[in-house]
């Protein structure tokens, strides 16, 4: 599943490209996880103005509302000038002065929806319960910690929920919690204040350095732009189970947390 470095990677691969283009047709393919909300005629003319990030959605802002965009389990998004017919799995296509925007989904847990603005039932349905952006200045500490006070559950799951941090996604859950040196199992709300702090930076740290890495391509992951990811190469953890730990070289094991794999090493991860 595309987590938020791999979103983030996508939007600034074709974000710069897209902006000041007019929406010239739109095609709809097998229904999506979500209905676009409007007839596509409803789109041609607009134009694009920016877009945003807001946890795992993408924000495409137009001059009369904006399209949220969420990957899925399995979505990516095309956007060049010429692209290839479209295939089986492409379900929308947003055709520009600027080039065409496509997203190709094979399980179709994606999703384009139109809403008038953020303030609209649909955008709040979505977006309200997000919890704070990690990769910015709202991401406080002391916030950080008083949220998981409230959570009397394992800390990998909190930070999978999405309401205290958002965008913390299995990949990155495991990484962050090694680079703190927390066990995933720990209950949130027995964490110190020094050790939110270390997770606190971890999470900025490895969030930060899977963007620069271009994400994670495990399967079929690539950028707007057609480039695969490689931050699974430097990957301490995740999906290493049995192997050294790169740090102690205690042999890294996993566990099943709701339904989802993780990662720790019982020596660098003590408690």
């Keep these: 599943m595309p987590e938020l470095p791999e979103v983030e990677v996508t939007r600034l691969s074709f974000a710069d490209r897209i902006a000041g283009a007019e929406v010239l047709s739109v095609y709809l393919g097998k229904a999506l996880r979500w ?145 703190a040196g927390i066990r995933p199992t720990l209950n949130a709300a027995r964490l110190s204040r020094p050790r939110v702090a270390r997770l606190h930076a971890a999470i900025r740290d490895v969030l930060g350095r899977a963007v620069a890495g271009g994400g994670s391509t495990l399967r079929n992951f690539s950028s707007a732009a057609g480039e695969s990811g490689h931050f699974q190469l430097e990957a301490m953890v995740y999906a290493r189970a049995g192997q050294a730990c790169r740090v102690c070289g205690t042999a890294i094991k996993s566990l099943r947390q709701g339904q989802r794999s993780t990662f720790y090493c019982p020596h660098c991860q003590k408690a």
């Design 35 to 179: 209905p676009l909300g409007c007839a596509p005629a409803k789109l041609v003319g607009r134009t694009v103005q920016a877009v945003r990030r807001r946890g795992k959605y993408l924000l495409v802002d137009l001059d009369q509302g904006l399209l949220l965009v969420h990957l899925g389990m399995s979505g990516s998004l095309g956007f060049a000038r010429h692209l290839a017919a479209l295939g089986k799995h492409d379900h929308f296509e947003m055709r520009t002065s600027h080039g065409t925007l496509r997203l190709n989904d094979p399980r179709r847990f994606g999703a384009v929806v139109y809403v008038a603005g953020e303030d609209a039932p649909q955008a709040r349905k979505l977006l309200g319960k997000l919890g704070m952006e990690p990769l910015s200045d709202d991401f406080d500490v002391a916030r950080f910690h008083a949220g998981l006070k409230r959570r009397k559950t394992a800390i990998k799951q909190v930070l999978l929920a999405g309401d205290v941090v958002v965008g913390v996604g299995n990949i990155y859950a495991s990484e962050t919690l090694f680079l």
